[in-house]
């Protein structure tokens, strides 16, 4: 069985009773701590291997979201918060969920269940149909289904950390893969790396304006360090 190393960080001694009671009744998860406040926490996530964090927003001295801001490896993150309008920053901030209090426990086991189904997801991508007319890869999404993709339809495939985000023109895939080794399987002459979190198809850049580009109208960000390659690989394929 899957068991998920997991911390709880409240200022709210009646918030981490609720949520200690809650992974007590999920047998996949493991408490190994928690934490009144965000400081205490930044040293022990540096130092262990955590892969769940239950993370509240408002506390004194760090708060939530910039903790997230200073990890360096960030675990899987469920925002647990009695403030909705804190919703989209942590989700930009890769967050995996975000839970109001008081939070029923139905949505916090919905929560749970979404990031046990991706860590049993296999990792490994095959390829498949290589010709050079329509290749494609078979990408795992559950214990039994294997899913085909083919190359074309990648649009961008974005970094959750130890995961990735595959956009395709009709879907959005994650699967437990870092974007450096998914980057490396794909062919070089059909997709770039742009950015730390974005690795892009390149005859699906519609356009590119100064240190960033589109690609189905939404604008990603060009890396510092990727530039020169990226606009030398583009304008050279213009």
């Known amino acids: 069985m899957i068991k998920l190393r997991t911390i709880i960080i409240d200022d709210e001694p009646l918030a981490i009773n609720v949520l200690k009671n809650y992974v007590s009744q999920v047998q996949e998860l493991e408490l190994i701590e928690t934490f009144s406040n965000a400081v205490a ?9 955590v892969d769940i964090i239950f993370l509240d927003i408002n506390m004194p001295i760090l708060d939530g979201l910039d903790f997230l801001k200073n990890l360096q490896s960030v675990p899987m993150v469920v925002m647990t918060t009695a403030h909705e309008e804190y919703a989209l920053t942590s989700y930009e901030l890769q967050a995996i969920d975000y839970l ?35 290749p494609s890869i078979f990408i795992k999404i ?36 870092t974007l450096s080794s998914f980057t490396e399987e794909l062919p070089s002459d059909k997709f770039i790396r742009i950015h730390r979190s974005y690795t892009i198809s390149i005859c699906k850049v519609d356009t590119i304006e100064g240190n960033s580009l589109e690609i189905g ?19 050279g394929n213009a």
Do not use: C, M, W
């Open 41 to 49: 926490a930044t040293t022990f996530v540096q130092k262990n291997t």
């Open 100 to 134: 109001v209090k008081p939070i029923p426990f139905p949505r916090f086991l919905q929560s749970v269940q979404r990031i046990i189904k991706l860590k049993q997801s296999s990792t490994t991508p095959v390829s498949t149909s290589n010709t050079a007319e329509n």
């Open 142 to 177: 559950d214990k039994k289904k294997l899913q085909k993709i083919f190359l074309e339809d990648i649009l961008v495939i974005e970094s959750l950390k130890d995961y990735i985000r595959i956009k395709t023109k009709s879907d959005k895939y994650i699967i437990h893969r």
């Open 217 to 235: 109208g939404i604008r990603y960000t060009i890396g510092r360090s990727y530039i020169n390659d990226v606009k030398e690989t583009l304008l």
